[in-house]
């Protein structure tokens, strides 16, 4: 039975019916009958009234003379009138004459019946037939509208107060769930009061202002709605030291700001009344008693940012350093690494010098071998992903039978440098993210000296749920220390990154949620594929499209279905917030913090699954901006690896030995390939053309069939992984493009040079990709920049 | 039920998932396959196709040989047969008995069994189907046969029906692994005969037109042809290459000594290729052939499958995928058509024997044909009735040679006199390989080898030209590195210009007409009286070199010669060495020379005892060995001399030559550009060192 009708002495007869007063008599008895069908068959499930009190009711309802006698005493239960239905427009409800405890079955059957009805509309009418059997029969987009519904109505109607009691059983449950039970009871002073008293007045006809969690989301988005007058940001005097002994996690989850204490009264603001009891608990734990205020959510964060500002600005910085010292690229080479590498060098001269040829043959065949190897693990990757991939299925029902109230907070974290011009095109593609605005914690991580974007963000019409974040200038100034305060002011329970330029798929949210709930405990992230919106704009593109099809399609999906660690993609990775703040968040120092972070995962023994969802980014169309892009990840992967080969027995024990030689082959190998090329290529070039003999000499037989195999078998198999790729993005144009792949590798060595020579010059130095450049990207610099 | 029905309804079952019936059909397949082996070993008649023979020697080459690599694959046939053989021949019984290669052909027979049952089974959407054309493929005794001999055919029929397999789920399904897996099997037929060669157009076709057809999407159609092409057509391009790169012609393969067309060009001197340009006969020498082979019984079978394919129409894709599997027969035919193989079937004229193993290429595609009636029906009664069709057609196959013999082809004679089997009753690929064993000359070379064995007691090389031969190097049973034929390098050519510089013994064909030592250099070797005829027969004859050689002919390449050297003359060099040796060069030639090369070798009588390099100055290749010392004595003019003083340190193998070894210096231009421009050679004496 429905919670609503509860505590009625007598059952209202509409009620049992879930009919509206209103209901014509034709609606009543159909109803009636499908209800008496469905009670004889026993099928009802606890929905419906017995049998005998549907009877009841259809004596009284069905016959006119006993309904009108019925209806007037309904409207005075003891002389008292019943208060006028809440001004809510659209009333679906009302417009089928039916009860907000109908069920679909009951819709259909309402729907043609009013259907039917030839007379005119009724003023309560408003809302078209067809709106309200499509809005209701649906269950997701009728969870949606009863929420609004609900705070739409809560005020005008005391019946409908019944629907914010679930609401707080709903809270108390989830304060359970961490271990905050409060109690139910309102404590003395009240803070429904304060609420009420506290909150701004809501804008003139805008039912969203009610409650921002309870807005629907299509009323968030951008597009759809008059812009939100920006409150009022009031400076708060908080207790300006973070040694207050509340837990910072639950203060951030929760939007809870400490103001101030006095005399055994800690003075709390939230955002949320529903996170009074939150606050009533942390207080208790510090042996105080709360003082609730609710303040503007912008204003608790920005109080939140002011507070822990000294410590944030070391965290982020030094933090993941000073506590993992042994994984923080902040040193390049450890001494033990350079012993190691000048014996090497060393042993490498004297065999020069002793003895040439035997080296270079040495030489020449180590490296072939590498190569093959290398080149035959990518093949059973691919083969994997072809066979058994790492992907989470999803399909469309999972994602349509998702119960939008219980979805998680997420958070997105948005690291912005120099990005002004694409700033639109950003809250474009979140504004089109299917995920209820009041469960979204947007954080736009910005930068002290980039004025520019700083003021484009200011001038920007930001909905409530987006949260500006102005990273500490200490340390490195890079992606992953924006990403680390972002983390560290995360609310979601979920959080994943894009880049400025990212336009992510509309479900890509929830298939993540579903895709944690789906899979084993140990999945600690969920990558979703890349690939480009750009990608015909020239040729550049076209290939650049192949290599991330094949990388995020094929190679990616086989390293997850084989089970070994993945260097995770720059953006559109979703994590736990939780576990990535235990993981430690990323390295400031790493350049390719995302593969790190992969491997970091793996280390600890999280695995990492993949979802068939894709983030749209801009390829890089211009060849200089192509190569510093490339030459800055090629450079992350070389830090990357030599970070976690300081101790490779211990990477072995941490990774078993599969994953050990994954890393191997996926990190070292693709390096190495990029400096391999040009090498061998040349040498069967000269070979060729000129038969040098010494080229002959390099390759006694053995070696010449090894290499002969990784000519032809391997580099053709790597052309053909990216023609896969390409199918497998449906991009069917790039196919005859990915064929001229090895032009494309040519490019990748010479970022491969210029990554070298900044590893050993300025390893931490963080290129800057320009972006906007594609002509199908809004807010582009200029004009003439698409070219 | 309508076959169409049943297709489209059943299509969708997961029905690629190994279950019980697979495992059962590859059990029964390999005892088949087992039992058939058995047989003919016991029977001796596993080696009575020359091409088995020189099958095995190739890839017994690869390790076996004056000059042991890949390269001795060759490239008149594709190498997959013989790489397969690679991981067996090596050991001598099972290179002698044939094994090595048959243990390929047998796993490629159980596994064609099984892909032609998936086939089968998917298509009429019925395991009967599946059934019926396993059975009509495990019973045909030219296919037992064929699956038990070291040949290419088993492994021909395993590429192009699994091919087929995967093309027929791809375009169920469209997964890209199915799309991947056919290509590697095209793949896989293109290295392994070059009717496979077809299969690359003939799927890109399906897979084109299927896409075109359905998605009407030719940026998606180009995609997924060229998907498909990539793999499947890289073998072939490979090979091109590969043969531009050895031979220095990429159609080597279709017109070089010992290929199918150049033979054929023989037949047709001898107007014995009658089917070129003559469809009619082309038709008629192939349909006997497969009527021979596959049995009149199971190719009306045959016939009533494709009335049903038509009746019920049967959709294009799956129709697609069984042309598909016509395509090599229907490249057979255009060969014969074009004359570049021939064909002989005792049924069509001339009635003969030849090459009638063709005709099992046909064998999938009528297998699949004949099962399509069992969309129609699924009951028992059908496999009843295909086992009965199946064994008359077995005891037909095992009865035809009698009636090849009442049409004057004599298939048991020979049979008769050296095996006790029932003559009579083989199909008609063991006819045929009695018939040409008997006709051809087994005993002169069992004759000539067994005189060899008895004379070559100190085995020393022999000249031979394998291409001719490859049956008297299979019997003799000598290691094949003792042997010295085409393309081995430099023994061949220097071979080819002054016989017996390697070479002790001359095995030769004198009529032979693809006997390159009969056609290069029996002439120098008749008129030589270094060389003595030392046995004789009908086919044979087996010359020895009695006395060393003489002044080594005039460079083969004269007409190119940039210049022409002469040495000083002889010296003696006494003791033990180091020894300084002036040479002086003249150039007796029109042009100035540039940079010279010099070797140095020990020669005792006509051998070469070691190669010695100088061991000072740049390391030179001679002829791709390390062997020679490049030395710069700057132009030198027409008429013009250039001298060079030598220090020659004796190495452990000239002392050991001991006296009477002379030291011969070889000097030849730097420029590279006629490799034939070889000097004439300086001796100098070796005396025992003294006391």
């Known amino acids: 039975m429905d919670a609503r009708e509860e505590g009625l002495d007598t059952p209202d007869l509409y009620r049992l019916l879930h009919l509206h007063p209103d209901a014509p008599r034709e609606l009543v008895t159909e109803v009636y009958l499908h209800l008496r069908a469905r009670a004889a068959r026993h099928d009802a499930a606890g929905r419906d009234a017995p049998l005998r009190e549907l009877d009841a009711a259809y004596h009284v309802l069905a016959d006119p003379q006993r309904r009108l006698a019925y209806d007037a005493t309904r409207a005075a239960p003891g002389g008292q009138p019943v208060p006028p239905p809440p001004a809510v427009r659209p009333d679906y409800y009302a417009a089928l004459r039916i009860a907000p405890s109908a069920d679909a079955d009951i ?138 002994g509340l837990a910072r996690d639950v203060l951030v989850t929760h939007s809870i700001l400490p103001l101030r204490r006095e005399n055994g009264t800690l003075e709390l603001a939230i955002t949320r009344p529903e996170d009074a009891a939150v606050a ?42 000073e506590r993992s010292p042994a994984l923080s690229a902040r040193r390049v080479l450890t001494p033990g690494q350079m012993i190691a590498a000048a014996l090497l060098l060393a042993a490498l001269g004297a065999g020069l010098v002793l003895a040439l040829v035997p080296t270079l ?30 992907e989470v299925p999803i399909d469309q029902s999972e994602i349509d039978a998702l119960d939008e109230r219980a979805l998680p907070t997420y958070t997105l974290l948005l690291p912005l440098y120099r990005e002004a011009n694409v700033l639109q095109s950003l809250l474009t593609g979140i504004a089109a993210l299917d995920y209820p605005a009041d469960k979204l914690d947007v954080k736009l991580l910005l930068e002290p000296d980039d004025a520019e974007t700083l003021a484009a963000v200011n001038e920007a019409d930001l909905p409530s749920f987006y949260h500006k974040l102005i990273v500490p200038r200490d340390g490195p100034k890079a992606k992953p220390k924006a990403l680390n305060y972002g983390l560290l002011h995360a609310r979601g329970e979920y959080c994943t990154i894009y880049d400025a330029e990212d336009r992510p798929e509309p479900d890509q949210l929830k298939k993540a949620v579903i895709a944690f709930r789906k899979s084993s405990d140990r999945v600690g992230c969920i990558q979703a594929k890349l690939n480009f919106y750009n990608r015909d704009q020239n040729m550049l593109t076209r290939w650049f499209t192949a290599d991330y099809s094949q990388w995020f399609d094929l190679y990616l999906p086989g390293l997850t279905g084989a089970g070994a660690p993945i260097p995770l993609g720059g953006t559109s990775n979703h994590f736990p917030t939780a576990l990535l703040r235990e993981i430690g968040g990323w390295d400031p120092y790493n350049v390719t913090e995302d593969a790190d972070l992969g491997i970091r995962l793996a280390r600890s023994g999280w695995k990492t699954a993949m979802i068939d969802s894709v983030t749209y980014e801009e390829a890089n169309s211009r060849l200089g901006n192509w190569l510093r892009q490339r030459s800055h990840w090629i450079k992350g992967y070389m830090l990357t690896w030599l970070v976690h080969m300081r101790n490779p027995l211990r990477l072995w024990r941490d990774l078993g030995t599969h994953g050990f030689l994954s890393v191997q082959l996926t990190v070292a190998g693709s390096v190495f390939g990029y400096f391999a090329n040009p090498v061998f290529w040349a040498l069967i070039a000269v070979w060729y053309t000129v038969h040098w003999s010494v080229v002959q000499t390099l390759y006694p037989t053995p070696v010449l069939y090894l290499a002969t195999l990784a000519l032809f078998v391997g580099n053709c198999t790597f052309v053909y992984v990216a023609m896969a790729g390409c199918v497998k993005r449906e991009f069917y144009g790039g196919v005859k493009y990915a064929l001229l792949i090895p032009l494309y590798w040519s490019l990748m060595t010479v970022s491969a040079f210029h990554a070298l020579y900044q590893l050993v010059r300025k390893p931490h130095y963080w290129e800057k990709t320009v972006h906007g450049l594609a002509p199908e990207a809004p807010g582009r610099l200029s004009p003439e920049a698409a070219g | 039920m309508s076959a169409v029905g049943n297709i489209a309804r059943r299509s969708t079952e997961p029905l690629h998932r190994t279950g019980w019936d697979f495992i059962a059909v590859a059990l029964a397949t390999a005892v088949a396959s087992g039992l058939s082996f058995a047989y003919y070993r016991s029977a001796g008649l596993l080696l009575l196709h020359g091409d088995a023979l020189s099958r095995l020697n190739i890839a017994r080459r690869v390790f076996d040989s004056l000059d042991p690599g890949l390269v001795q694959l060759g490239v008149i046939w594709p190498p997959a047969p013989q790489v397969l053989m690679l991981p067996l021949i090596w050991v001598d019984p099972l290179w002698h008995s044939g094994i090595a290669g048959s243990i390929p052909s047998m796993a490629a027979f159980v596994g064609t069994a099984v892909y032609l049952y998936a086939l089968g089974r998917r298509l009429t959407a019925n395991k009967l189907g599946g059934a019926v054309a396993w059975l009509v493929f495990v019973t045909n005794p030219n296919m037992l046969y064929l699956q038990a ?129 003559s469809l009619t006969r082309t038709t008629l020498t192939y349909g006997w052939t497969v009527v021979d082979i596959v049995g009149l019984p199971v190719l009306c079978m045959a016939a009533l499958g494709i009335v049903t394919m038509m009746a019920r129409r049967v959709p294009l894709r799956q129709g697609a995928v069984v042309v598909m599997l016509f395509v090599p027969a229907l490249v057979t035919i255009a060969s014969l058509y074009f004359g570049a193989i021939f064909l002989l079937d005792p049924h069509s004229k001339p009635a003969a024997f030849l090459s009638t193993r063709y005709g099992i290429l046909a064998l999938p595609a009528i297998a699949i044909v004949a099962a399509l009636p069992a969309a129609l029906h699924r009951h028992a009664a059908v496999v009843l009735l295909v086992a009965g069709v199946s064994f008359v057609a077995f005891s037909y196959q095992l009865g035809a040679p009698l009636s090849f013999h009442s049409r004057g082809v004599d298939a048991t004679s020979w049979l008769a006199v050296n095996y006790p089997v029932p003559a009579g009753l083989q199909p008609l690929v063991v006819a045929e390989g009695l018939h040409n064993y008997n006709a051809s000359n087994v005993a002169s070379a069992l004759e000539a080898t067994a005189w060899f064995r008895r004379n070559n007691d100190r085995r020393r090389r022999i000249l031979i030209s394998a291409l001719a031969n490859d049956d008297f190097m299979f019997y003799a049973g000598l290691p094949l590195r003792d042997y010295v034929f085409e393309g081995q390098q430099p023994y061949w050519d220097d071979e080819m210009r002054a016989p017996g510089t390697w070479a002790k013994w001359v095995v030769v064909q004198p009529n032979g007409a693809r006997d390159q030592v009969a056609l290069k250099a029996l002439p120098l070797i008749k008129d030589s009286p270094r060389f003595r005829l030392a046995f004789e027969n009908d086919q044979y004859q087996i010359y020895e070199l009695v006395r060393p050689p003489l002044a080594p002919p005039a460079p083969a390449c004269a007409d190119r010669q940039l210049a022409a050297l002469q040495f000083a003359g002889d010296q003696a060099l006494h003791g033990a060495g180091p020894f300084d040796v ?8 029109a042009q100035t020379a540039h940079d010279i090369v010099l070797g140095l070798a020990v020669t005792r009588g006509s051998q070469y005892v070691s190669r010695i390099d100088f061991g000072n100055g740049q390391p030179w290749l001679v002829d791709g060995q390390p062997g020679g010392t490049l030395y710069r004595v700057g132009d030198v003019g027409p008429g013009g001399t250039a001298r060079i003083t030598l220090r020659v340190a004796p190495a452990a193998a000239w002392s050991a030559a001991g006296a009477g070894a002379r030291v011969a210096i070889e000097a030849r231009f730097a420029d590279l550009s006629c490799l034939d421009d070889r000097a004439t050679a300086t001796t100098v004496t070796l005396a025992p060192a003294s006391p």
């Open chain 1, 107 to 244: 819709v259909e059957i309402a729907y043609t019946i009013r259907s039917r009805d030839r007379r005119p509309r009724a003023p309560q009418d408003g809302a078209s037939l067809a709106d309200a059997r499509r809005v209701l029969a649906n269950r997701h987009r009728r969870a949606a509208y009863d929420a609004w519904f609900a705070a739409a109505s809560l005020d005008g109607h005391p019946e409908l107060a019944a629907a914010r009691a679930d609401d707080e059983r709903i809270v108390h449950a989830f304060l359970s769930d961490f271990g905050l039970a409060a109690p139910m009871d309102p404590p003395a002073d009240g803070w429904i009061d304060g609420v009420v008293r506290d909150r701004p007045e809501p804008p003139a006809g805008d039912g969203a202002g009610l409650a921002d969690g309870a807005a629907p989301r299509r009323a968030a988005r951008g597009r759809t709605r008059p812009a939100a007058a920006p409150a009022p940001v009031r400076p708060v005097e908080s207790v300006g030291r973070p040694d207050h």
């Open chain 1, 280 to 321: 009533h608990a942390l207080a208790r734990d510090v042996g105080a008693r709360a003082r609730i205020s609710v303040e503007d959510r912008r204003v608790v964060q920005e109080g939140l940012a002011r507070l822990y500002h000294a410590e944030d600005q070391r965290e982020v910085a030094w933090g993941h350093a």
């Open chain 1, 361 to 390: 043959i040495t030489l020449v065949a180590l490296c072939t071998a590498f190569y093959l190897v290398s080149s035959a693990y990518k093949m059973f990757v691919v083969l994997t992903s072809l066979t058994r991939p790492g």
């Open chain 2, 149 to 277: 001999v070291p040949l290419s055919e088993s492994l021909m029929l395993l590429t192009m029906v699994a091919a087929a397999y995967h093309l027929a789920v791809w375009l169920q399904a469209e997964k890209s692994f199915h799309l991947i897996a056919a290509a590697l099997w095209v793949l896989s037929g293109t290295m392994t005969r070059y009717e496979g060669w077809a299969l690359v157009p003939g799927a890109a076709l399906i897979v084109t037109g299927f896409t075109l057809a359905r998605y009407r999407d030719r940026r998606r159609a180009e995609a997924l042809a060229l998907m498909f092409l990539v793999p499947a057509a890289f073998g072939a391009l490979l090979w091109l290459l590969y043969s531009t790169i050895i031979l220095g012609d990429p159609l080597y393969f279709a017109h070089g000594l010992g290929a199918s067309p150049a033979q054929a060009k023989d037949f047709a001197k001898n107007g014995a290729l009658l089917t070129k340009g």
């Open chain 2, 582 to 589: 002036a040479v002086a060069f003249k150039n007796s030639g």
